[in-house]
């Protein structure tokens, strides 16, 4: 500090530069580095022993540094030595999946670090490890650019533009058991969720055994006698019973004893309550064939991934490009043929904050097979 400026150096050990983080407004998370470069005259980051220095100046006006960094720094660490990384091969990554996870393990890695100040000593350290692993797959695998608009997310969000064949990952090996960190600490997490003790909700299912793949992958690929690599498949057969006295503030039979088409999902895209019609129209006899299943069991698999990542972010940051808008897709039926209907989801506001998805189908005119 002089009359003129003020410097910040903040040094820590971990091997990985700041990434700017680029998620939706209403996002609970990913800000700093926007924050940082909005606030100050200059801020940079350069290599400091094992780890990195982060820097930035503020001035009075006519304030000049004699330092010869840049006004902002944001480069990126070469990490492609094999002397100190590990090669880990990823196949059939699902980027959609993964850009909307990274968001939401970042809201309940917070969340859960600030229940766990008071109550684990250790807990900034396994929240800078699990941080220091998210940051490893960020930087790494490309995010896919999809549009808000409802015609350009039913064009372009489908398999196979929103996976990836193979991704090769340069983990440092100081890296390596962050991701086992990683891991635990968001099964915590979700357990916190779950019960009630975070602002974030749980993760679905399928996200989490995504998360367990890739974090599993590092492990595995990274081991003495390195195993080979296991290609990322989502399973489909989750289930779990749902019983109307789970919905004491709702009642199920507003769809289920309902004439018009309608199919009803809890937050975790569970199928709660379906209408005879729609069972009709997806060829399926009983309601028991689809209450308790997840909501993919309908979903042809080039959209699942999309309908993942997008639920992912409707319950992190509200998200909600194709709530409230009639669009034309094509559902799976009970004989694993596919038609084309027009449906429309409206969000359904229950007690303490909870909600249900009603989903009313409009068989197009010209209902065909696909």
Same mark, same amino acid.
């Given at each position: 500090?002089?009359?003129?400026?003020?410097?910040?150096?903040?040094?820590?050990?971990?091997?990985?530069?700041?990434?700017?983080?680029?998620?939706?407004?209403?996002?609970?998370?990913?800000?700093?580095?926007?924050?940082?470069?909005?606030?100050?005259?200059?801020?940079?980051?350069?290599?400091?022993?094992?780890?990195?220095?982060?820097?930035?100046?503020?001035?009075?006006?006519?304030?000049?540094?004699?330092?010869?960094?840049?006004?902002?720094?944001?480069?990126?660490?070469?990490?492609?030595?094999?002397?100190?990384?590990?090669?880990?091969?990823?196949?059939?990554?699902?980027?959609?999946?993964?850009?909307?996870?990274?968001?939401?393990?970042?809201?309940?890695?917070?969340?859960?670090?600030?229940?766990?100040?008071?109550?684990?000593?250790?807990?900034?350290?396994?929240?800078?490890?699990?941080?220091?692993?998210?940051?490893?797959?960020?930087?790494?695998? *490309?995010?896919?650019?999809?549009?808000?608009?409802?015609?350009?997310?039913?064009?372009?969000?489908?398999?196979?533009?929103?996976?990836?064949?193979?991704?090769?990952?340069?983990?440092?090996?100081?890296?390596?058991?962050? +991701?086992?960190?990683?891991?635990?600490?968001?099964?915590?997490?979700?357990?916190?969720?779950?019960?009630?003790?975070?602002?974030?909700?749980?993760?679905?299912?399928?996200?989490?055994?995504?998360?367990?793949?890739?974090?599993?992958?590092?492990?595995?690929?990274?081991?003495?006698?390195?195993?080979?690599?296991?290609?990322?498949?989502?399973?489909?057969?989750?289930?779990?019973?749902?019983?109307?006295?789970?919905?004491?503030?709702?009642?199920?039979?507003?769809?289920?004893?309902? *004439?018009?088409?309608?199919?009803?999902?809890?937050?975790?895209?569970?199928?709660?309550?379906?209408? *005879?019609?729609?069972?009709?129209?997806?060829?399926?006899?009983?309601?028991?064939?689809?209450?308790?299943?997840?909501?993919?069991?309908?979903?042809?698999?080039?959209?699942?991934?999309?309908?993942?990542?997008?639920?992912?972010?409707?319950?992190?940051?509200?998200?909600?490009?194709?709530?409230?808008?009639?669009?034309?897709?094509?559902?799976?039926?009970?004989?694993?043929?596919?038609?084309?209907?027009?449906?429309?989801?409206?969000?359904?506001?229950?007690?303490?904050?909870?909600?249900?998805?009603?989903?009313?189908? +409009?068989?197009?005119?010209?209902?065909?097979?696909?």
């Amino acid at each position: 500090l002089d009359g003129t400026l003020l410097r910040v150096e903040v040094a820590d050990g971990s091997p990985h530069f700041p990434s700017p983080r680029d998620y939706t407004s209403l996002a609970g998370t990913g800000r700093g580095l926007t924050l940082v470069d909005d606030s100050v005259d200059r801020w940079g980051v350069h290599i400091h022993g094992d780890g990195k220095l982060v820097w930035f100046e503020i001035r009075t006006t006519g304030g000049t540094s004699d330092a010869a960094e840049p006004r902002t720094g944001r480069p990126q660490r070469a990490v492609d030595d094999s002397d100190v990384t590990v090669r880990v091969e990823l196949l059939n990554v699902p980027l959609l999946m993964h850009a909307a996870w990274q968001e939401h393990a970042a809201a309940l890695l917070r969340d859960y670090l600030l229940v766990q100040l008071d109550e684990d000593p250790l807990a900034l350290e396994r929240h800078a490890e699990a941080s220091d692993a998210l940051t490893v797959l960020h930087d790494q695998l *490309p995010a896919p650019s999809i549009d808000d608009a409802p015609d350009a997310i039913m064009a372009t969000a489908l398999e196979p533009h929103v996976s990836l064949e193979t991704a090769t990952l340069r983990v440092p090996r100081a890296s390596v058991t962050h +991701f086992q960190t990683l891991d635990e600490l968001l099964d915590q997490a979700v357990a916190a969720a779950d019960a009630g003790r975070l602002l974030v909700p749980a993760t679905q299912p399928e996200v989490q055994e995504m998360r367990t793949w890739l974090c599993g992958q590092v492990r595995d690929q990274s081991a003495v006698g390195a195993a080979s690599p296991v290609p990322w498949e989502a399973r489909t057969d989750i289930w779990q019973p749902v019983h109307v006295s789970d919905f004491p503030d709702w009642d199920t039979r507003d769809v289920s004893a309902s *004439p018009v088409a309608l199919l009803a999902t809890d937050e975790s895209s569970v199928v709660v309550a379906v209408s *005879p019609a729609t069972l009709a129209l997806l060829g399926f006899r009983d309601a028991a064939e689809l209450v308790g299943r997840r909501v993919i069991t309908i979903i042809p698999p080039r959209f699942r991934q999309a309908h993942l990542a997008g639920t992912t972010l409707h319950v992190v940051n509200g998200r909600s490009p194709l709530l409230g808008v009639r669009v034309t897709v094509p559902v799976l039926l009970a004989d694993g043929g596919e038609r084309l209907v027009e449906l429309q989801i409206e969000p359904r506001h229950r007690s303490a904050g909870r909600k249900v998805f009603i989903a009313e189908f +409009f068989p197009l005119q010209d209902e065909h097979a696909v």
